[in-house]
């Protein structure tokens, strides 16, 4: 029997029951019992007694958007098939005893944006096969001690937003086969020697937006095979070059909004394999040492934008590094840039809009990039492939991760392919290192070939000061001659 509102797909093999946003209280007890798949998000369920002992060939269920306040004990006993479980955006403030006893085999677990505060010891303890646990948005401080014991399969573990006051090592420990960890936007003021301990399958590794002003040493002693680590908007005030040193397989690195007054040398020691670096929104950075990049050897990308107080790059800030594609100098203080501060001839990307320039003849060279104009040049002037130059294109989207998920789900033994994609998203995701879009993908050979050098042409401007009075002009429409002027 399907209930009013509900929509009950698929024969004995595959039963489906879809019941969104059906002014439903409790769990309807009435469905086939082969069901293996329910979806009951966007209702008004509270509790979950005592409904479902009858499908215990359940395989999905969403009760996500709900008014559940409490999962109880031994609710999900019957359910040893279930492998994705969504309580999302219900009112759950405890997680007691045995809470999911029985799902033995779950692979996904959901209890992201719940009000979640407390988490028994053995609460987690049946959960041996999960791999992905989402705990965002929820009011957690601190954590018992062993309470992922014995999830020796957890890949992904979310606890973004939170109210964590430190790094919950001891419970780390346990998760041997962990990839990815987000403890971002929580309240994280220090970082141990052995708060990572253990984890040397981790990739990747955030702790963005917390409040930390001190790492120890060895924070990041052990995690040998991270290679994404973001420690954005935090209060650190000198680069963590010593602790950063350890991580040798790095090659993504996230220091944005932090409280750094400048770049030493060999900022970034040990760290060859970096391929991407954020160094956006420091609002104390003043200097930056012409050596700070030397080690960065596999440095592809730089993100340096929104430094209010950064006036003046070094001369040879690239020197040692060959393989740099794309600069990003957007919105800062820059009044002068120099042709030999920048390796043009290698640069597919070069972005250095919306900073307050000068415009005197120091600037002749980028008028020439962002209008294309190299009539009576020297050859050594133009771009070496050719001196082309093009606008930012726009790129082509991304497919939307649920549309990949339909498809992976519609496979023979779609529950587990799904469970493994999604898992395998979040790490993608969250190691979000410089591999090619599918636009740059397609375009990136006749790039090389054709020299283009894409540039914000449109936001890159300069400054004519005449009689005390400031005129902002956009290089792309300004003469040569106008280029040429004194700046005063």
Not at 63 to 73: D, H, K, R, Y
Not at 182 to 202: A, T
Not at 282 to 305: G, W
Not at 430 to 435: G, K
Request: aromatic fraction near 6%.
């Amino acid at each position: 029997f399907c209930p009013s509102k509900c929509q009950c797909l698929g024969g004995e093999a595959n039963s489906r029951a879809l019941c969104v946003d059906a002014a439903l209280e409790d769990v309807p007890i009435q469905l086939n019992p082969e069901t293996k798949y329910i979806n009951l998000t966007v209702n008004r369920i509270r509790t979950l007694e005592f409904s479902l002992p009858f499908y215990m060939k359940l395989e999905i269920l969403d009760l996500s958007q709900n008014i559940i306040e409490t999962l109880g004990s031994k609710n999900f006993e019957y359910q040893s098939e279930l492998r994705t479980l969504n309580l999302s955006r219900n009112l759950v403030s405890s997680l007691h005893k045995h809470a999911f006893k029985g799902l033995t085999n779950l692979l996904l677990l959901d209890l992201s944006f719940n009000r979640i505060e407390t988490v028994h010891p053995t609460a987690l303890s049946d959960l041996a096969s999960l791999v992905e646990l989402d705990l965002t948005n929820n009011n957690i401080v601190s954590l018992e001690d062993n309470c992922f014991k014995g999830m020796n399969t957890l890949e992904v573990l979310v606890f973004r937003n939170n109210r964590l006051l430190d790094v919950p090592a001891s419970n780390l420990w346990h998760l041997h086969a962990l990839k990815s960890l987000d403890m971002s936007l929580n309240l994280v003021e220090f970082v141990r020697n052995d708060s990572f301990e253990g984890l040397k399958e981790l990739l990747a590794l955030s702790v963005q937006g917390n409040v930390m002003s001190e790492l120890d040493l060895s924070a990041f002693e052990g995690l040998i095979s991270l290679k994404h680590l973001d420690l954005s908007d935090n209060n650190l005030t000198m680069v963590p070059t010593q602790q950063l040193s350890k991580l040798s397989n790095l090659t993504y690195l996230n220091l944005g909004g932090n409280r750094f007054s400048q770049l030493p040398a060999v900022a970034f020691l040990n760290l060859f394999h970096l391929r991407e670096l954020h160094l956006s929104r420091l609002d104390f950075l003043q200097r930056i040492d012409s050596r700070a990049f030397v080690d960065n050897t596999h440095l592809q990308t730089l993100h340096l934008n929104n430094n209010p107080q950064l006036s003046d790059i070094p001369m040879r800030l690239f020197q040692g590094n060959p393989n740099i594609l794309e600069v990003y100098m957007q919105s800062n203080s820059l009044q002068t840039l120099y042709s030999a501060q920048f390796p043009v001839d290698q640069l597919q990307k070069l972005y250095l809009g919306d900073n307050p320039l000068q415009c005197n003849c120091s600037l002749l060279w980028l008028w020439r990039l962002v209008t294309g104009n190299f009539e009576g040049v020297d050859p050594g002037m133009e771009h070496a492939a050719g001196g082309a130059v093009a606008a930012l294109a726009k790129e082509a989207d991304d497919e939307e991760l649920a549309d990949e998920a339909t498809a992976v789900a519609s496979t023979d033994d779609g529950v587990a392919a799904l469970a493994a994609y999604i898992a395998e998203q979040h790490i993608v995701n969250a190691l979000h290192t410089t591999e090619p879009s599918a636009y740059e993908l397609a375009t990136s050979s006749s790039n090389r070939n054709s020299g283009i050098l894409r540039m914000d042409r449109q936001q890159i401007g300069c400054d004519i000061w005449r009689d005390k009075v400031r005129t902002r002009r956009k290089l792309l429409t300004m003469s040569e001659g106008e280029i040429t002027c004194p700046a005063h």
